[in-house]
């Protein structure tokens, strides 16, 4: 049988892994592999990448260029842009974005794009894992049809087919690819053995589920578990400020209870590749079956309104120093979406920036790991975080709260701050409005 043969070479390591897409989710998993024993070959169609791979420089924080210039030196991971070798890989791993459109429909178009190439050099015994969030349905109701007629193979019998959502955390030194729990669910039972075969080569603790849909919907629901009671979060420190409560206290005061109860906290926005856009799958999904989604969508509606909600809290910070937004010089600290990473992907910084911007504010940033930025047409870079830039500061906005930030020097400056991420908390002096600190946002 074509699956007892496909895990033989899996097991014994003859098998070639293809990974297409060399981002932050593919690249990690290509070096992964190489680590296993796989030669790997990593499909990407920027120049710069595929460039980069091969000269052990990535571009990837969680990659850092020792490993990946010994997986390339060991001659098993090749980085190339010719699609035709897709022939040559025994597993095949598409990680290619599925961003939303300008209606906010979902943009399958890149996995098409992958499915298409696929299925020009789709052989017999061949396996290919989905790995891009997606909305349930995708991987039987795209893949399949466009892989079975351009190869004239049988799903389970001449070729495999499974999708494994991403569980990626960039910038997290405890839960790394070996040791995150890995969701798998096949097309047919021997699709879901030989995807087990091969995340188990790498990962400690492989789960399958029943089908690719169930694990469509768990990437879903994990993003939009999160999106939920952060939007909770959110809105309850709207109602604190309102009644002039400490959110945090509440908060701190609310997790003692050890059970019923679990700690989200409010922020300016949110960040990255998954929360912001993962909910929105599911509710466009959902649109197609005559269902409303009403909790996902109002959730999403309240995280999206929380940079305009800072933004004004700026502005009445302004106003408590008698001075108007018009002409203020305004110091955004961070524009990462999360602490300790250079990733500004949906980062509600740069919704910050653009709002205040608009209302007359002179706006620049200090990010540690974010040296220049493009925005709104415009070239930013980082500002040098000193006492002298801090006393030519009207205000300092926190949206990020890096580690090697000079908190302590911000507290000295006697600068007035909104202070989004609650680092500042216990300086006696800062009678800024509340805060509202930001969650983790991936």
Same mark, same amino acid.
């Given at each position: 049988?074509?699956?007892?043969?496909? #895990?033989? /070479?899996?097991?014994?390591?003859?098998?070639?892994?293809?990974?297409?897409?060399?981002? %932050?989710?593919?690249?990690?998993?290509?070096?992964?592999?190489?680590?296993a024993g796989f030669h790997v070959v990593g499909f990407e169609l920027a120049r710069a990448k595929i460039e980069g791979v091969r000269r052990g420089m990535s571009h990837v924080g969680d990659v850092p260029n020792d490993r990946l210039a010994e997986a390339v030196e060991t001659g098993r991971? &090749?980085?190339?842009?010719?699609?035709?070798?897709?022939?040559?890989?025994?597993? #095949?791993?598409?990680?290619? *974005?599925?961003?939303?459109?300008?209606?906010?429909?979902?943009?399958?178009?890149?996995?098409?794009?992958?499915?298409?190439?696929?299925?020009?050099?789709?052989?017999?015994?061949?396996?290919?894992?989905?790995?891009?969030?997606?909305?349930?349905?995708?991987?039987?109701?795209?893949?399949?049809?466009?892989?079975?007629?351009?190869?004239?193979?049988?799903?389970?019998?001449?070729?495999?087919?499974?999708?494994?959502?991403?569980?990626?955390?960039?910038?997290?030194?405890?839960?790394?690819?070996?040791?995150?729990? /890995?969701?798998?669910?096949?097309?047919?039972?021997?699709?879901?053995?030989?995807?087990?075969?091969?995340?188990?080569?790498?990962?400690?603790?492989?789960?399958?589920?029943?089908?690719?849909?169930?694990?469509?919907?768990?990437?879903?629901?994990?993003?939009?578990?999160?999106?939920?009671?952060?939007?909770?979060?959110?809105?309850?420190?709207?109602?604190?400020? /309102?009644?002039?409560?400490?959110?945090?206290?509440?908060?701190?005061?609310? @997790?003692?209870?050890?059970?019923?109860?679990?700690?989200?906290?409010?922020?300016?926005?949110?960040?990255? $590749?998954?929360?912001?856009?993962?909910? $929105?799958?599911?509710?466009?999904?959902?649109?197609?079956?005559?269902?409303?989604?009403?909790?996902?969508?109002?959730?999403?509606?309240?995280?999206?309104?929380?940079?305009?909600?800072?933004?004004?809290?700026?502005?009445?910070?302004?106003?408590?120093?008698? /001075?108007?937004?018009?002409?203020?010089?305004?110091?955004?600290?961070?524009?990462?979406?999360?602490?300790?990473? @250079?990733?500004?992907?949906?980062? *509600?910084?740069?919704?910050?920036?653009?709002?205040? !911007?608009?209302?007359? @504010?002179?706006? %620049?940033? $200090?990010?540690?790991?974010?040296?220049?930025?493009?925005?709104?047409?415009?070239?930013?870079?980082?500002?040098?975080?000193?006492?002298?830039?801090?006393?030519?500061?009207?205000?300092?906005?926190?949206?990020?709260?890096?580690?090697?930030?000079?908190?302590?020097?911000?507290?000295?400056?006697?600068?007035?701050? &909104?202070?989004?991420?609650?680092?500042?908390?216990?300086?006696?002096?800062?009678? !800024?409005?509340s805060a509202v600190q930001a969650a983790e946002a991936n």
């Open positions: 049988m074509l699956e007892r043969s496909l #895990i033989s /070479k899996i097991d014994s390591r003859e098998a070639t892994v293809g990974v297409v897409g060399l981002g %932050y989710v593919g690249l990690p998993l290509a070096v992964e592999f190489v680590r991971l &090749v980085a190339t842009d010719d699609f035709d070798r897709l022939g040559d890989a025994d597993a #095949i791993c598409i990680c290619v *974005p599925t961003p939303l459109n300008k209606t906010g429909d979902p943009d399958v178009s890149y996995i098409m794009s992958v499915t298409d190439s696929i299925g020009r050099t789709l052989r017999p015994g061949q396996l290919v894992v989905l790995k891009s969030t997606t909305y349930p349905g995708t991987t039987r109701e795209l893949l399949l049809p466009a892989l079975s007629e351009a190869g004239g193979l049988r799903v389970g019998d001449d070729f495999f087919l499974a999708f494994s959502p991403e569980r990626v955390d960039p910038g997290n030194p405890h839960w790394t690819i070996s040791n995150t729990p /890995k969701i798998v669910g096949g097309m047919t039972p021997a699709c879901a053995s030989a995807a087990v075969a091969l995340f188990s080569t790498i990962i400690d603790n492989v789960i399958p589920v029943s089908s690719t849909e169930a694990a469509e919907l768990v990437k879903l629901l994990e993003n939009t578990f999160r999106s939920v009671n952060i939007a909770l979060a959110n809105e309850m420190a709207v109602v604190c400020d /309102k009644l002039g409560v400490d959110v945090w206290e509440v908060i701190e005061a609310a @997790a003692t209870k050890p059970f019923g109860f679990m700690r989200f906290t409010p922020g300016p926005g949110l960040g990255g $590749h998954c929360i912001p856009v993962d909910p $929105h799958y599911l509710s466009w999904k959902m649109k197609t079956l005559d269902y409303k989604t009403r909790l996902v969508e109002l959730a999403s509606e309240i995280n999206a309104e929380m940079p305009a909600y800072v933004a004004q809290k700026a502005a009445d910070a302004l106003n408590q120093e008698g /001075k108007p937004v018009r002409g203020s010089r305004v110091l955004v600290l961070g524009v990462a979406y999360k602490p300790d990473v @250079a990733d500004t992907r949906e980062s *509600p910084a740069l919704d910050i920036i653009r709002l205040l !911007a608009s209302k007359g @504010a002179e706006v %620049y940033y $200090h990010d540690p790991f974010v040296p220049s930025l493009e925005h709104e047409g415009q070239a930013l870079s980082s500002v040098t975080l000193d006492l002298g830039v801090l006393a030519a500061t009207d205000l300092i906005v926190i949206v990020t709260d890096h580690s090697s930030v000079d908190y302590e020097m911000i507290r000295s400056s006697g600068r007035p701050v &909104v202070d989004t991420r609650n680092v500042l908390r216990h300086d006696p002096v800062e009678e !800024a409005p």
